[in-house]
T-cell receptor, first 108, second 115 residues
């Protein structure tokens, strides 16, 4: 299984951009990179998925360098409701590894 | 609302007992996976079922077993419970196509406490 490493926590302010980087040095060729958001007492919720380069959707962007050994989730203009734990997930068809999670606190 | 439901939401067991947790997948999904999430940690992959067959497993002992039924509901069974099995158990359903499990749709989890 791939090993993933994320910062434990980070603080931000409303309206700022938040960037969270996940390290996954032993990612396999067939693995995808996915990010999830989790609130207390809830299951994780999908944010974005990518394989290489850059992916953007209505809530976030995902940057993956050519060597794919890391990925960065970018949350533009965060609000108080974005306070949550964010997980990177690396895996493919049948092996999935979550990172330890990054606790993001958005302050007013 | 993801459409994935889990039961029970909370339960308490004692060491050595056995437990069965249940999950009802989102309609149309062909894959279900189970995760153990200890307090303050990320989810740990237990195993995945695709069309009623186990097709992937994490670093969990054989006393963790499962089933997936034709209607894509699923069970997680844990035998000989240990104190360290206390955790939130999450079920996720998805559509497996090619090499990608795709977006995982999680339930709210079953919180197991082992005394």
């Amino acid at each position: 299984l791939a090993k993933t490493t994320q910062p434990i926590s980070m603080d931000s302010y409303e309206g700022q951009e938040v960037n969270i980087t996940c390290s996954h040095n032993n990612i396999a060729t067939n693995d995808y990179i996915t990010w999830y958001q989790q609130f207390p007492s809830q299951g994780p919720r999908f944010i974005i998925q990518g394989y290489k380069t850059k992916v953007t959707n209505e809530v976030a962007s995902l940057f993956i360098p050519a060597d794919r050994k890391s990925s960065t989730l970018s949350l533009p203009r965060v609000s108080l409701s974005d306070t949550a734990v964010y997980y990177c997930l690396v895996g493919g068809r049948n092996k999935l590894t979550f990172g330890g999670g990054t606790r993001v606190l958005v302050k007013p | 609302e993801t459409g994935v439901t889990q039961s029970p939401t909370h339960l308490i067991k004692t060491r050595g007992q056995q437990v069965t947790l249940r999950c009802s997948s989102q309609s149309g999904h062909n894959t279900v996976s189970w995760y153990q999430q200890a307090l303050g940690q990320g989810p740990q992959f237990i195993f995945q079922y695709y069309r009623e067959e186990e097709n992937g497993r994490g670093n969990f002992p054989p006393r963790f077993s499962g089933l997936q039924f034709p209607n894509y509901s699923s069970e997680l069974n844990v035998n000989a419970l240990e104190l360290d099995d206390s955790a939130l158990y999450l079920c996720a359903s998805s559509w497996l196509a090619g090499g990608n499990t795709g977006e995982l749709f999680f339930g709210e989890g079953s919180r197991l406490t082992v005394l």
